[in-house]
């Protein structure tokens, strides 16, 4: 592996009830976060390929633990995202290098399919900075109730030359969704809009 891992770390958010009303089935939101040394930190590199090919390890790692985190097939996820945040030594073309180009094949794979694009954030901070994962509807962007986030953060990381990189999947949308749009039970899942 070319990821130089200094921790793996997953979290799950499951609601129950939101105003009162309870939200049956309960909305389950799982993220593996990956802590890995930054091969660039600190300085300049014309070919990022490195960090590509990180990317494409931690997609079907960090999917994997993510959907276990859920206990339901891969296929069975409705929505998705990806994040990440480098340290201050880092720049965040280092983020982009490592969500872009190749994580989201090995990401998909691991859920069977996943028309839609995977939304993302990248940012730099230090030590305990929140990643905010977006969420959208994994086979059609249109779907409003599945635009979401879901907020995670390592208390150690990012170090100065590392970077934290993190998947997210749900079991649905947001709890109790009523402002329209695109239904989950109308998607055509061809084009990755609708």
């Given at each position: 592996?070319?990821?130089?891992?200094?921790?793996?770390?997953?979290?799950?958010?499951?609601?129950?009830?939101?105003?009162?009303?309870?939200?049956?089935?309960?909305?389950?939101?799982?993220?593996?976060?990956a802590?890995?040394?930054?091969?660039?930190?600190?300085?300049?590199?014309?070919?990022?390929?490195?960090?590509?090919?990180?990317?494409?390890?931690?997609?079907?790692?960090?999917?994997?633990?993510?959907?276990?985190?859920?206990?339901?097939?891969?296929?069975?996820?409705?929505?998705?995202?990806?994040?990440?945040?480098?340290?201050?030594?880092?720049?965040?073309?280092?983020?982009?290098?490592?969500?872009?180009?190749?994580?989201?094949?090995?990401?998909?794979?691991?859920?069977?399919?996943?028309?839609?694009?995977?939304?993302?954030?990248?940012?730099?901070?230090?030590?305990?900075?929140?990643?905010?994962?977006?969420?959208?509807?994994?086979d059609?962007?249109?779907?409003?109730?599945?635009?979401?986030?879901?907020?995670?953060?390592?208390?150690?990381?990012?170090?100065a030359?590392?970077?934290?990189?993190?998947?997210?999947?749900?079991?649905?949308?947001?709890?109790?969704?009523?402002?329209?749009?695109?239904?989950?039970?109308?998607?055509?899942?061809?084009?990755?809009?609708?």
């Amino acid at each position: 592996m070319k990821a130089k891992i200094r921790k793996i770390m997953t979290v799950v958010d499951e609601t129950l009830s939101e105003q009162g009303r309870e939200v049956s089935p309960a909305i389950r939101r799982a993220a593996a976060i990956a802590v890995i040394a930054n091969p660039f930190a600190g300085k300049y590199q014309d070919d990022l390929s490195e960090l590509v090919e990180v990317g494409e390890e931690l997609g079907g790692l960090l999917a994997e633990r993510a959907v276990a985190a859920l206990g339901i097939p891969g296929d069975k996820v409705e929505s998705y995202g990806k994040a990440a945040a480098v340290g201050e030594n880092g720049e965040l073309e280092h983020a982009a290098a490592i969500l872009h180009p190749k994580l989201g094949a090995p990401f998909r794979k691991v859920l069977g399919k996943g028309a839609a694009l995977i939304p993302s954030s990248k940012k730099r901070g230090g030590m305990g900075v929140v990643l905010d994962i977006p969420l959208g509807h994994k086979d059609a962007a249109f779907v409003r109730s599945h635009f979401d986030g879901m907020e995670v953060r390592v208390t150690d990381a990012p170090r100065a030359n590392e970077i934290v990189v993190a998947v997210a999947v749900t079991t649905g949308g947001r709890p109790l969704p009523r402002v329209g749009g695109l239904q989950v039970s109308e998607i055509k899942g061809e084009d990755g809009l609708r």
